[in-house]
């Protein structure tokens, strides 16, 4: 069966400092990875998406950066957080085909103070 | 502006009760439909998907879609406390099974024992 893994759990990071989350994908071939955050009161938002390795979309331009080393890892990343990068931050996969189902990872819950 | 409608609630219904959970959409193209159960500070879990006009059951869940009307809605029968969670309502942008997910911001539903 498939398994997401996410890491960190949590993380508090101080405004300016880099970012690096990382995302897993176990059980499955060839996934398409994506990159959501929710913030407080907020909708979940997509920030990013990979049908494959090296192929990003961006969603909503900021100050982050989503790459895909490997067919499924996909790591998230910001050279400079800012207060408003704040959120939930959660992974998810599907494989494409006719339902296309997205099935989220654990989430990794950013505060930046 | 492709939007997903909901009503942010606290919808509370009595132990035993259904509730019901509803939704609209903007984009009259679009083809597949889900329902995501996201227990607070935990992320969304797939409860059901429907493609077709119609009711769609499963156990005590029952996804109900009028693609005319644009609206889809969720029903639990025999709500558990345990069923308390907000509700997301996802909606697949554009044709077929390639576009991303469109979220509502949830409902949260409260179940009184």
């Known amino acids: 069966s498939q398994t997401i893994h996410q890491w960190p759990a949590t993380l508090v990071q101080p405004v300016g400092s880099p970012l690096s989350l990382e995302c897993t994908v176990e059980g499955t071939s060839n996934p398409n990875l994506y990159w959501y955050r929710q913030a407080a009161g907020r909708g979940l938002q997509l920030l990013f998406y990979s049908i494959g390795i090296g192929q990003i979309s961006s969603e909503v331009p900021q100050n982050l950066s989503a790459s895909r080393p490997q067919d499924r890892q996909f790591i998230l990343s910001s050279k400079k957080l800012l207060l408003s990068d704040s959120g939930f931050y959660l992974c998810?996969?599907?494989?494409?085909?006719?339902?296309?189902?997205?099935?989220f990872g654990p989430g990794t819950r950013l505060t930046v103070l | 502006q492709k939007e997903v409608e909901q009503n942010s609630g606290p919808l509370s219904v009595p132990e035993g009760a259904i509730a019901s959970l509803n939704c609209t959409y903007s984009?009259?193209?679009?083809?597949?439909f889900f329902w995501y159960r996201q227990y607070s500070g935990k992320s969304p879990e797939l409860i059901m998907s429907i493609y077709s006009n119609g009711d769609k059951e499963d156990g005590r869940f029952t996804a109900q879609l009028n693609k005319a009307s644009q609206y889809v809605s969720l029903l639990i029968r025999d709500s558990q406390p345990s069923d308390s969670a907000t509700y997301l309502c996802?909606?697949?942008?554009?044709?077929?099974?390639?576009?991303?997910?469109?979220f509502g911001k949830g409902t949260k539903l409260s179940v009184k024992p």
């Open positions: 984009d009259r193209v679009s083809q597949s």
């Open positions: 996802a909606v697949r942008a554009g044709e077929g099974s390639q576009g991303n997910l469109i």
């Open positions: 998810a996969w599907s494989v494409m085909g006719l339902t296309d189902t997205q099935y």
